[in-house]
């Protein structure tokens, strides 16, 4: 163990968590984070850290770097927010406005804790004397746009020799798990308008060419592959019943396992807007708004996450924290809380409370597939990376919830992100003086790679992404 980053972290507690509540109060939506980047960035400025700003073509996107030459350690940072997710940090619904962003998936807590970490450790590399590069990569607009692939594209990670990162969740642990490579898409139809009663053959409907769309993505579901997802919502509907809108947008999510199965779904989906305009005497266009890969695990980063995080032990909830939980939890279903205990008595646990995680679950080196979408995957094709979870909000909580939001702004999630920052600090620091430990890390990336190289799908003549919330 590394004691001094952990009493860096407690003795800088203070200060990380008002930067995280700061984040959590701005809640700033994909590519418009410009107070979070920023407020991190200055931060990271006065501790002697040197800023690269703009990466990847995107304002708010950032790398702060300290040190010199090899290894360099990198660790991933994201803080943008999610929309209609606004909530007060109370147990129960309360939007701070109605209809806002919030932090429902934690990214307030994430960021902060990949700082705090990579902090830790250039104090005690600067105390030893050590030789090497701490990094944290500010990485903008992962619910949306997928921040991380752009800055890939533009060589970012290309030196990097250990990458890492955690996300906040409701229990304690690493994981092996993959994720679905994902495209985000927006399809515009184009219409003609006319009066819906006095003229109707006049117009040329653009939200039927939107429904006709939907309706042939629902009749390709059941020949999808089990791992693969299509979602949807109607963006653009039009403006009043009594105008044939000749104006409609969708906007997509098409995930598969991996990149070969997605290119497959993708030029489908393509197939079925062409028909759905076609049909409907209207023209569509496709707006490319983001992509990521699939996740690589890397089990030799994975054990040592673990070890670390069984070693400083898990945070201890105090009665308050408790009750909080608990009455955040009956505000949802009963069967959500009892699947997640489940969950745990299959791995031979059994909780001592149903309400906040306070152990660590065990640790497997068998990889499983995943059903979200990250950008970290794109990072893991390109650098030996791994990740993992803390207790950052009420078991049995869904995720991109109100509820998360809530518990990101106070003590509970607070908590899950200190624990992080001395997780990846230590382990940073065990990959930045141990040589054979990058070695193992880097010739399990290559086995798990397959001789496969990264593919990026964003399109060559795009160089900035769009705006994904506009």
């Known amino acids: 163990m590394e004691p001094s980053i952990e009493r860096w972290i407690e003795a800088n507690k203070s200060e990380l968590t008002s930067i995280s509540d700061g984040i959590w109060a701005y809640a700033e939506l994909g590519l418009a984070e410009h107070k979070s980047s920023k407020l991190q960035m200055e931060y990271l400025q006065e501790q002697g850290f040197t800023i690269e700003a703009g990466v990847g073509g995107m304002a708010t996107a950032f790398v702060a770097s300290w040190g010199k030459g090899k290894p360099v350690i990198g660790f991933l940072g994201e803080f943008d927010a999610l929309p209609m997710v606004s909530n007060k940090a109370v147990p129960y619904k309360d939007p701070l406005a109605e209809g806002a962003p919030g932090h429902g998936c934690g990214h307030n807590l994430l960021g902060v804790a990949s700082m705090g970490g990579a902090v830790a450790l250039k104090q005690v590399m600067e105390s030893k004397g050590l030789p090497g590069t701490v990094r944290y990569y500010g990485c903008p607009a992962e619910e949306s746009s997928f921040g991380k692939t752009w800055m890939v594209r533009d060589g970012a990670f290309d030196d990097v020799d250990i990458a890492l990162t955690w996300h906040p969740g409701n229990t304690n642990a690493v994981r092996n798990s993959s994720s679905l490579a994902d495209l985000v898409l927006k399809f515009n139809f184009y219409g003609k308008t006319a009066h819906a009663a006095g003229d109707p053959w006049n117009g040329r409907s653009a939200l039927d060419g939107v429904e006709l769309m939907n309706a042939g993505i629902e009749r390709m579901r059941e020949h999808m592959r089990l791992d693969s997802r299509v979602h949807y919502v109607i963006s653009h509907g039009g403006g009043a019943p009594n105008v044939v809108p000749d104006f409609a947008q969708n906007f997509f999510d098409v995930r598969a396992a991996d990149i070969p199965e997605l290119k497959r779904m993708h030029s489908w989906v393509l197939d079925i807007a062409k028909g759905a305009a076609l049909m409907t005497q209207t023209r569509f266009e496709e707006v490319f708004l983001g992509y990521a890969a699939n996740v690589i695990p890397n089990r030799v980063i994975a054990r040592i996450l673990h070890s670390v995080m069984e070693q400083l032990g898990v945070p201890e909830w105090n009665e308050e924290e408790l009750k909080f939980a608990g009455k955040m939890q009956s505000q949802f279903e009963p069967e959500l809380i009892t699947r997640t205990v489940e969950q745990f008595e299959e791995t031979g646990i059994t909780p001592g409370q149903t309400k906040l995680c306070d152990f660590v679950v065990p640790y497997s080196d068998r990889i499983e597939g995943g059903r979200g979408s990250t950008d970290v995957g794109d990072v893991s094709w390109v650098v030996p990376t791994a990740q993992f979870t803390t207790a950052c909000y009420a078991l049995g909580i869904p995720g991109h919830s109100w509820a998360v939001t809530s518990c990101s702004g106070m003590?509970?999630?607070?908590?899950?992100?200190?624990?992080?920052?001395k997780i990846l600090g230590i382990t940073g620091y065990r990959f930045m003086t141990c040589a054979g430990l990058r070695d193992k890390a880097r010739a399990?990336?290559?086995?798990?790679?397959?001789?496969?190289?990264?593919?990026?799908l964003i399109p060559p003549e795009i160089k900035v992404p769009p705006l994904p919330f506009e």
């Open 444 to 456: 399990e990336w290559e086995h798990q790679l397959k001789g496969r190289k990264y593919e990026s």
């Open 411 to 421: 003590s509970i999630g607070h908590k899950g992100m200190l624990y992080a920052a």
